[in-house]
T-cell receptor
Framework: QKEVEQNSGPLSVPEGAIASLNCTYS??????FFWYRQYSGKSPELIMS????GDKEDGRFTAQLNKASQYVSLLIRDSQPSDSATYLC???????????FGGGTRVLVKP | GAVVSQHPSWVICKSGTSVKIECRSL??????MFWYRQFPKQSLMLMAT?????????EQGVEKDKFLINHASLTLSTLTVTSAHPEDSSFYIC??????????????FGPGTRLTVL
């Protein structure tokens, strides 16, 4: 079992719809959770961080964390073609600050 | 805020030569910097973690004598690929993280350096 798992996609959504991405992690001591966006040929860009259970909203993005179920999700509202990218879920443990990445979910927003 | 730069953005070199890549945090002090490599259509692979003023910690399977890392200041880390070979061709990305007490207690990535070894 991988430490951080994501559906590789592609997740195809029409423009204006909500894109819903899921991520599960295996280590219960994980404490910090991040979503990065990576365009093809570019480096990752941090879009959301979440540390406690519940929802966190930032613009069109909402991250949701459920530590009991060991999953974290990302919602993208009003999806735009410019949101087409690979979204990486990343986790750090309490003892260190190394990021453990999932394989990424490729999102395609179709006009 | 939280800008990380890398130089060069791309480099082509001959087999057997050494290549140095610089990573700088421009608007915050990076107590920890990380070096990753990424092959096409694959996820990022952490190579090493470096803390300012101390030796880097390498991930299993990464040759420390081949990938030399120096983190001499709170804003600069360098990765030197020694005696590069075609199999070292990859996208090298650094990230920087500030102290836990700072506003930059997350990893921010540089734009990456694309290395091609002929």
């Amino acid at each position: 079992q991988k430490e951080v798992e994501q559906n590789s996609g592609p997740l195809s959504v029409p423009e204006g719809a909500i894109a819903s991405l899921n991520c599960t992690y295996s280590d219960r001591v994980s404490q910090s959770f991040f979503w990065y966006r990576q365009y093809s040929g570019k480096s990752p860009e941090l879009i959301m961080s979440i540390y406690s259970n519940g929802d966190k909203e930032d613009g069109r993005f909402t991250a949701q964390l459920n530590k009991a179920s060991q999953y974290v999700s990302l919602l993208i509202r009003d999806s735009q073609p410019s949101d087409s990218a690979t979204y990486l879920c990343a986790v750090t443990k309490a003892a260190g600050n190394k990021l453990t990445f999932g394989g990424g979910t490729r999102v395609l927003v179709k006009p | 805020g939280a800008v990380v730069s890398q130089h060069p953005s791309w480099v082509i070199c001959k087999s057997g030569t050494s290549v140095k890549i610089e990573c700088r945090s421009l608007d915050f002090q990076a107590t920890t910097m990380f070096w990753y490599r990424q092959f096409p259509k694959q996820s990022l692979m952490l190579m090493a973690t470096s803390n300012e003023g101390s030796k880097a910690t390498y991930e299993q399977g990464v040759e420390k004598d081949k990938f030399l890392i120096n983190h001499a200041s709170l804003t600069l880390s360098t990765l030197t690929v020694t005696s590069a070979h075609p199999e070292d061709s990859s996208f090298y990305i650094c990230s920087a993280r500030g102290s836990e007490a700072s506003s930059y207690n997350e990893q921010f990535f540089g734009p990456g350096t694309r290395l091609t070894v002929l």
